[in-house]
């Protein structure tokens, strides 16, 4: 059984790339790809977060290194782009999951929240699949994970710029699927629901019991509940899997 899930679902040799891998889900992705063996690389503007995230992922065995960056700057993007290639080589995972969750009501929605929205939800996922995307098609294999949002699909709690950016982002995500797919580059979204991360502090917490209610399972979601959906898209396992939008939201799309 050992080696039927290593060679399923293992990771080894396999190098990712995580944006936004020092907090919340994507800290949680990043760590589960460790744990299954790829090499990390995380991308987010807090260097004391990555630097300590590093640190967690290297103590449990794994290979990790950090690039700061604002993913809210095209140049900036391209240069952590160049510089996560040089940490262990051109990636075969690129997981964006860096996003800012600005949700004023759609009167106040100004062009500087539109732009930053777009900015780092749409434009950085765009611009690091361009950039990694034909490179693992040419290889003949690769992994891309978006992480989207309910907001993706539906309209509920101010969406306005956030909305249309994570609605955005399911779209590209078919688009690279249809692109790279038939040369071995499966493009997959994962949609999460309710889940406590510092990029839903404009919730006040007497929310969260009446959130987690609308679930079929009865709580929000934890970091922790991403690593198997992450492991699998990341891996062989999903070679017949793409262009798809998977719901990891305790049944909270359901309703």
């Known amino acids: ?54 640190a967690v992922l290297e103590a449990g065995g794994g290979k990790a290194a950090y690039v700061p960056a604002d993913l809210g700057d095209r140049a900036e993007v391209r240069r952590a782009a160049e510089a996560a290639a040089r940490a262990f080589g051109e990636p075969d995972i690129l997981v964006n999951c860096a996003g800012i969750n600005l949700r004023p009501s759609m009167d106040e929605v100004d062009e500087q929240v539109w732009d930053r929205s777009m900015a780092v939800n749409l434009d950085a996922p765009f611009l690091l699949g361009q950039r990694f995307g034909p490179g693992m098609a040419e290889r003949g294999h690769g992994r891309i994970v978006n992480v ?61 019991a009446a959130m987690a209610a609308r679930t079929l399972i009865g709580r929000n979601g934890e970091p922790g509940d991403f690593a198997g959906a992450a492991v699998f898209l990341a891996s062989r396992a999903s070679a017949y899997v793409t262009g798809q939008s998977i719901f990891i939201d305790g049944g909270f799309s359901a309703h």
């Open 1 to 54: 059984m050992t080696g039927f899930l290593e060679e399923t679902f293992g990771l080894a040799g396999r190098v990712a790339v995580v944006t936004g891998g020092s907090s919340g889900i994507g800290r949680g992705i990043a760590t589960a790809l460790a744990r299954a063996g790829a090499n990390l690389v995380l991308i987010a503007r807090g260097e004391p977060a990555l630097r300590e995230t590093v």
């Open 148 to 208: 989207a949002s309910q907001q993706s699909f539906r309209a509920f709690g101010n969406s306005g710029a956030y909305g249309a950016s994570k609605g955005g982002l399911v779209a590209l995500t078919r688009s690279q699927a249809e692109a790279w797919s038939p040369r071995g580059v499966c493009c997959n979204a994962l949609v999460p629901g309710f889940v406590v991360t510092p990029l839903v502090t404009h919730i006040p917490p007497e929310r969260h």
